[in-house]
């Protein structure tokens, strides 16, 4: 008899509020995988200056820049430092950095805050973040591609 009122009504709603957030809090993980994008064969330059086009007018951060190599690191908008009364307690920034290749492929790769796990976890938000982002500089770089003079394309340097 104490065991069926134990398992009353409200213990099992606690028990189903505790399963939920378990659950809820589970989710919060992604693989972290470098993804690429691609503007087409022979377009590095063009995907270089589409992601460094894309992130500004985005309004991300931009740390570095290096032409040269095609690389460029971002600061997410993903949170950001912890702030009380003005000075910051905890730093929680993520990264974002990219590598143009001359074959017009774009590598990106995310670190900071929001990786975990030796840099095989990614949480989901700075996953989307990442996923959304690509997406923009892909159209970018494709419409630059499709706007360039095939010259140009053809005698493009090499990053």
């Not at 009122?5 to 809820?24: E, I, M, N």
């Not at 064969?41 to 740390?63: C, E, N, S, W």
Request: charged share 20%.
């Amino acid at each position: 008899m104490s065991t069926l009122r134990f398992f009353g009504r409200t213990p099992r709603y606690l028990l189903l509020t505790l399963f939920l957030l378990c659950v809820a809090a589970c989710g919060r993980w992604a693989d972290n995988v470098p993804r690429t994008v691609s503007a087409g064969a022979g377009h590095g330059p063009l995907v270089y200056d589409a992601a460094l086009t894309t992130l500004r007018h985005k309004g991300y951060r931009v740390i570095e820049v290096d032409e040269r190599r095609g690389y460029l690191r971002a600061v997410a908008k993903l949170d950001g430092d912890l702030v009380l009364d003005g000075s910051a307690i905890a730093a929680r920034v993520s990264f974002f950095s990219f590598q143009a290749y001359p074959d017009g492929t774009l590598r990106a790769t995310a670190s900071g805050y929001h990786v975990r796990d030796d840099d095989t976890r990614i949480h989901v938000k700075l996953d989307q973040e990442l996923r959304e982002l690509l997406w923009a500089i892909e159209q970018s770089a494709k419409h630059a591609a499709s706007q360039a003079p095939a010259s140009v394309a053809s005698s493009a340097t090499t990053l």
